[in-house]
């Protein structure tokens, strides 16, 4: 598979000056990822400890807005993972709003360091609505977010 040159000529993967990938804005996104970890002896599954770990590297501002995520082969190789790990991470922070996919361009962070919080947020809300819809009450509710979140 040849992957298209960025207008610039580089190829997507081709570090620029100052430690970016094409696409990309700022810090190396891949020197922030090295900071996380699969936790094997972990109750969280591995594409949740993926998922967590990107959001909270964008809430403490070492992804940015804009910058360009490794491609999913590249992280599990890195994480030592499957690269249907890596690809259910993106997939489900794409749903939620906090990165997006260009295409052959690769990954990107879309949401800032406040956006993730204010979308995990109004999905919880959503969620409280919805059960309280269909009968739920308050104790209940937090009782099933207590097993989703591997809790009892």
């Not at 570090?15 to 109750?43: M, Q």
């Given at each position: 598979?040849?992957?298209?040159?960025?207008?610039?000529?580089?190829?997507?993967?081709?570090?620029?000056?100052?430690?970016?990938?094409?696409?990309?804005?700022?810090?190396?996104p891949?020197?922030?990822l090295?900071?996380l970890?699969?936790?094997?002896?972990?109750?969280?599954?591995?594409?949740?400890?993926?998922r967590?770990?990107?959001?909270?590297?964008?809430?403490?501002?070492?992804?940015?807005?804009?910058?360009?995520?490794?491609?999913?082969?590249?992280?599990?190789?890195?994480?030592?993972?499957?690269?249907?790990?890596?690809?259910r991470?993106?997939?489900?922070?794409e749903a939620?709003?906090?990165?997006?996919?260009?295409g052959?361009?690769?990954?990107f962070?879309?949401?800032?360091?406040?956006?993730?919080?204010d979308?995990?947020?109004?999905a919880?809300l959503?969620?409280?609505e919805?059960?309280?819809e269909?009968?739920?009450?308050?104790?209940?509710?937090?009782?099933?977010?207590?097993?989703v979140?591997?809790r009892?």
């Amino acid at each position: 598979m040849t992957r298209s040159p960025s207008p610039d000529g580089s190829s997507p993967d081709t570090p620029h000056p100052g430690g970016s990938t094409a696409g990309g804005s700022g810090a190396d996104p891949t020197s922030a990822l090295d900071s996380l970890r699969i936790d094997a002896e972990s109750g969280r599954p591995p594409f949740e400890q993926v998922r967590v770990g990107v959001i909270e590297l964008i809430e403490t501002g070492a992804l940015l807005t804009g910058e360009r995520l490794p491609t999913v082969r590249a992280l599990a190789s890195r994480l030592g993972v499957a690269a249907n790990t890596v690809a259910r991470s993106y997939r489900e922070l794409e749903a939620a709003g906090v990165i997006e996919t260009r295409g052959r361009q690769g990954s990107f962070i879309k949401a800032g360091r406040h956006d993730a919080l204010d979308a995990g947020f109004r999905a919880a809300l959503q969620y409280v609505e919805t059960a309280r819809e269909l009968g739920l009450d308050d104790t209940v509710i937090v009782e099933m977010l207590n097993r989703v979140l591997g809790r009892t």
